[in-house]
């Protein structure tokens, strides 16, 4: 049971280069979330995605896509990386958006650097 | 505008002491609050929560203590062990949206 798997692990982009950064989650969760991380600034929220086929905004959605074609898949994409792009991404999951009844599930997170 | 705060961003304590991580809120609509803990090259696991209609819960050495009226959330560790040296990050919940603090390093020395 791997949980929430992230890859990669590790990333360096030039700015203006693409890349998708791949999530997967073996426990048959319905929510699924892209955080990133930057320092002082706590975690940070994407996109999310409350079952297949649907995606929403989070707070800082701009300069990134995300598809969930599949239930336990969550892409993120940078069409165009930028240097603010600079972070650690993690991906999280959850059976219910309820916090209460079900905490978040992190991956171990992709360390991305833009150039 | 952030809207939690973990003003301290590291804390040190030596093995069997107390340790006490705190955080400010300012908006009070925040219904629930969490605690997560984080080690390093690694995801934040949930440690903890509590309910806007509690003050206090515990598990085991964990105990999260919430003032609604100052608008403070505390998460006392007792006994503090080598293994809790992580970063601790908390996090409130206002409707389907969940706010997280910045994070403080916890070292616990032993």
């Known amino acids: 049971n791997a949980g929430v798997t992230q890859t990669p692990k590790f990333r360096v982009l030039k700015t203006g280069q693409s890349m998708t950064l791949l999530c997967a989650q073996d426990?048959?969760?319905?929510?699924m979330y892209w955080y990133r991380q930057d320092p002082g600034m706590g975690l940070r929220l994407i996109h999310y995605?409350?079952?297949?086929?649907?995606?929403a905004k989070g707070e800082v959605p701009d300069g990134y896509n995300v598809s969930r074609l599949k239930k336990q898949n969550f892409l993120l994409g940078l069409e165009s990386a930028a240097p603010s792009q600079t972070s650690v991404y993690f991906c999280?999951?959850?059976?219910?958006?309820?916090?209460?009844?079900?905490?978040?599930?992190f991956g171990n997170g992709t360390r991305l650097t833009v150039t | 505008d952030q809207q939690v705060k973990q003003n301290s961003p590291s804390l040190s304590v030596q093995e069997g002491r107390i340790s006490i991580l705190n955080c400010d809120y300012t908006?009070?609509?925040?219904?629930?609050f969490l605690w997560y803990k984080k080690y390093p090259a690694e995801g934040p696991t949930f440690l903890i929560s509590?309910?806007?209609?509690?003050d206090k819960n515990e598990d085991g050495r964990f105990t999260v203590f919430l003032n609604k009226s100052a608008k403070h959330l505390s998460l006392h560790i007792v006994p503090s062990q080598p293994g809790d040296s992580a970063v601790y990050f908390c996090?409130?919940?206002?409707?389907?949206?969940?706010?997280f603090g910045e994070g403080t390093q916890l070292t616990v020395n032993p």
């Open positions: 999280a999951s959850s059976w219910a958006q309820d916090d209460a009844l079900s905490p978040l599930h």
């Open positions: 426990m048959n969760h319905e929510y």
């Open positions: 995605s409350v079952g297949e086929g649907t995606t």
């Open positions: 908006n009070s609509m925040f219904d629930y």
């Open positions: 509590i309910s806007s209609i509690k």
């Open positions: 996090a409130a919940r206002s409707g389907s949206r969940l706010t």
